[in-house]
Every structure is written in C-alpha cells, then in structure tokens.
C-alpha cells in the first residue's frame, strides 16, 4: 500500500528551490497555486527537486495531472467535492488526500479515497474568522478513521497545542516559510 504516511506538508505557490532544500526532509510538499494555470515545468522541476531530497510531492486538484506526471499523490481541497475520482486508474502507493471543514466534508473526503485528512482551520487565521480550537478540532477528527492533518493558523506560538489534538501531523504554508530548519 503506501510506504510511510508523510506527516507534515508545507504548501507552496511558487518554485523557490532555496526554501524546498532547507526544509527538513520530512515535510511533504504541496504545490498549490489557483490563480494560474499549473505549468508543467514547474511542477517538474518541484518533483525533481523533490525526489533528490527523498521527499514526497503532491499536487492540489489536479488528479489526472498528478498521475499522469508520477507525482506521489493529490490534495482535493475542500471546495472540490467530485465524488467521480477514478480511483481505479491510480497507482498502488498514489495517495489521494483532501481537506474539509465540517462533517459532511469529511464524508465527501471519504467518499473520494483520501487516505489522509486536512481539517481546518485549527488555529485563527488572516483568511477565515472562525477557527476550530483542538477541542472541535478533535470531536470533528473523531468522525473519521482516516488520519487527521492540522491546518490553519499554526505558528510558532501555538505548535505546541497540536499535542492537545488527534492530528496525525500538520500542514502550513507561512509557518514553515519562517521556520525552514524546524526539527520534527
């Protein structure tokens, strides 16, 4: 099936080499960029990037690209909520994982194969005004048997808290773009 479960993911939306090699090289990388068309280039040179380091590479919502450049999975995010995955069509350690915000998100998450599950946000953030808490945090993972990722508002200040949680791990984009050389 998968070879180890990464545990921590750092989102990207540009290719900045520097920062994908001083990362520790168990943080997984999830290239994530909406507002333009995914260039392949790019995404190939992630991945080559990637494999030199021995790390792991996904793709955000875009399954047939993902397979169809050898990526080592995809991240549905919460908004893509096509039941339709053609799961068949992916190889054996390909790992589909996704994010969600509520219960019936998570079901969705379920109903496409994530292996792997995002909730958030965990924390307060720029972007949303409500947040979780690891209490809601937890009652929400608890919905699922799937692994739990934490998303959302981490920082220095708070990581600590994620020990309150049932997160498998966690996923960041500005915390990891601080902190580079973080020891996990």
Do not use: W
Request: charged residues 30%; glycine residues 4%; proline residues 3%.
């Amino acid at each position: 099936m998968h070879n180890k479960l990464p545990s921590f993911f750092s989102f990207i939306d540009i290719l900045n080499k520097d920062h994908i090699r001083k990362l520790n090289k168990k943080i997984a990388i999830i290239y994530r960029n909406y507002s333009i068309p995914y260039d392949k280039k790019i995404i190939l040179d992630i991945k080559k990037i990637c494999k030199k380091d021995g790390r792991k590479f996904f793709l955000s919502n875009n399954l047939k690209l993902a397979i169809n450049l050898d990526l080592d999975g995809v991240y549905l995010p919460s908004f893509n909520k096509n039941q339709n995955i053609q799961k068949k069509s992916v190889k054996n350690n390909f790992l589909i994982m996704g994010s969600a915000h509520s219960i019936d998100e998570i079901i969705i998450k379920e109903k496409q194969g994530a292996k792997l599950i995002f909730i958030s946000p965990l924390f307060k953030t720029n972007k949303k005004k409500n947040f979780l808490n690891p209490l809601k945090f937890n009652l929400l993972a608890s919905k699922t048997k799937r692994k739990v990722i934490a998303l959302g508002g981490i920082s220095s200040k708070n990581i600590k808290k994620l020990k309150l949680t049932k997160a498998f791990g966690f996923g960041a984009i500005s915390y990891f773009e601080k902190n580079d050389k973080v020891n996990l």
